[in-house]
Structure formats: structure tokens, C-alpha cells
């Protein structure tokens, strides 16, 4: 996290975890973990995701199986 504040949701088998994220902290996501960040007031960030990769902008994308 290069500046703000955010929360990472990622959704994994047993439901969502939340990890508070603050300027000059980092995460790891494993590989396969749908995840996504939430920052009401923005935030600035380095992220270096391997490809191929999906983009999901959306609620849980596992929802409804």
C-alpha cells in the first residue's frame, strides 16, 4: 500500500477473510483466491498479479453454485 488505507476481502471456502491494509503494508494472495479491496476514501497501490489472470469487479463471483 503506497498511500491510503484499504481493506482486502479475500473470499476463500470458508467465506470472506478481512485484512486491514495501511500505507507501508503489504499482502500476499495466494494463487487461485478470488479477492478484492475495498477503500471508501481511494487509495494508491503497487500490485504485480502473474498471468493469465481473471478480473472480477463484482460480488462473490462464487455465489450461486
Known amino acids: ?13 470458508k467465506g470472506e477473510e478481512r485484512v486491514k491494509l495501511t500505507k507501508g503494508q503489504f ?16 487509495l494508491t497501490l503497487f500490485a504485480a498479479t502473474p498471468q493469465p489472470t481473471d478480473h472480477f469487479y ?5 455465489k450461486g453454485k
Open 27 to 42: 499482502a500476499v494472495v495466494p494463487p487461485g483466491l478470488w479477492h478484492r479491496f475495498e477503500a471508501p476514501k481511494g
Open 58 to 62: 463484482g460480488d462473490d463471483p462464487r
Open 1 to 13: 500500500m503506497l498511500d491510503g488505507e484499504a481493506e482486502l476481502v479475500m473470499m476463500g471456502e
